[in-house]
């Protein structure tokens, strides 16, 4: 069984930018779809973004309406790891982030096409 170890959580300013990291430990992960999702107390978790597989004719990307233009979902299949770039950061933004692996190839959206989940790492954004 894979183990999804994340890093890179913090507190930011409005406006300002954070870089998650999320590094696979065993499994394979060249086949996994990479999501992220969300949670603020007293909420669901949320899909944020998502990369399937990246060959040289197709990328599969997804992103929440909330993110699109602020969040850079990426992978990189040598390390094991994928991250997800926060800029232009809300207050709304503040919530327990999660990395997810599924199968491939495409980008997955729903909680239920993830096996494998992250501890989480808290993001927190001030005004």
């Known amino acids: 069984q894979p183990q999804l170890v994340e890093s890179g959580g913090g507190a930011v300013q409005a406006g300002g930018s954070l870089k998650l990291s999320c590094r696979v430990q065993?499994?394979?992960?060249?086949?996994?779809?990479m999501g992220w999702f969300r949670r603020t107390p007293g909420k669901s978790r949320e899909f944020v973004a998502s990369i399937g597989w990246t060959t040289r004719t197709n990328r599969w990307l997804s992103y929440a309406d909330s993110v699109k233009g602020r969040f850079t979902v990426s992978r990189d299949d040598n390390k094991n790891t994928s991250e997800l770039t926060m800029t232009s950061l809300k207050p709304e933004d503040s919530a327990i982030y999660y990395c997810?692996?599924?199968?491939?190839?495409?980008?997955?959206?729903?909680?239920?096409?993830?096996?494998?989940w992250g501890q989480g790492t808290q993001v927190t954004v001030s005004t």
């Open positions: 065993g499994g394979t992960f060249y086949t996994y779809t």
């Open positions: 997810a692996g599924g199968a491939g190839p495409a980008a997955r959206t729903t909680e239920q096409d993830y096996i494998y």
